[in-house]
């Protein structure tokens, strides 16, 4: 027998025949074992001395012999905690509410807690669609340029309607009076520049001179400008796109 191998139980001091431990940093433990009932005693004394507060009251209760294991001082507090964990606040009213789903399962459908859900009714979860700011940019980033439902072609420019076009545009602002050519309003009444419109849609049209002529140009206010282009579509339903 080694001497240098004999080392005395941390716990009830019977010599030990055995090379000591390294723990996880390299270092070589300073306690030795005889068995691996000493080591649960020792270890189960060291957690029951330290002492836990129970996780919802704060009452001070001993460890259970499990170290990983959450600390209740009673059944009722074990309950009270889970509910709290179920409760979830409305991001639009500020109501607590449980949030439950149905859940497919091997034996059937069942109701599940949905951790995904921040609404407590349907009139909150389109309210929180109009104020929440993340959804909207996603949004506009989904459906903007060629991604937009409505796309019909352009340029390698957006937005791009020849040359001297802003010229173009004001000139028929200035013929319409600054008035929109449909219902009247002034272009002060509208807060923004009035939009100038093709009749014949410019997508539409053999080439940029001839879609920009001053006959097939019109001021419009943004509402009548929007809707002319619905009316338009609904009225040719075969369109063709031109990139210029």
Known sequence: MC?????????????????????????LSKRIFCSRACYDEQRKQEWKAKGFNCKNCGKRVEQPERSGAKVF??????SLLAAKKALTTCKVCGACFTAIKW????TGFGLTRDKNRKTCSSECHHMFYRIDEERKRKISESE????HHNWQGGGKRRGYRGAGWNEIAEKVRRRAGYKCEHCGK???????RLDVNHIEPFHQSRNKTHANRLSN???????CHMKTEWKWRRQNNIQYAIKF
């Open 3 to 27: 001497k240098s191998n004999i080392h005395n139980c941390f716990r009830c001091g019977n010599e030990v025949n055995r090379n000591l431990s390294r723990k996880r940093d390299g270092e």
């Open 103 to 106: 859940t497919k399962r091997k």
């Open 73 to 78: 001082c009673s059944m009722k507090c074990r």
């Open 217 to 223: 140009l019109e001021a419009l206010c943004k509402s």
């Open 186 to 192: 002034t272009q002060e009444e509208c807060g923004r």
């Open 144 to 147: 903007r340029g060629e991604k």
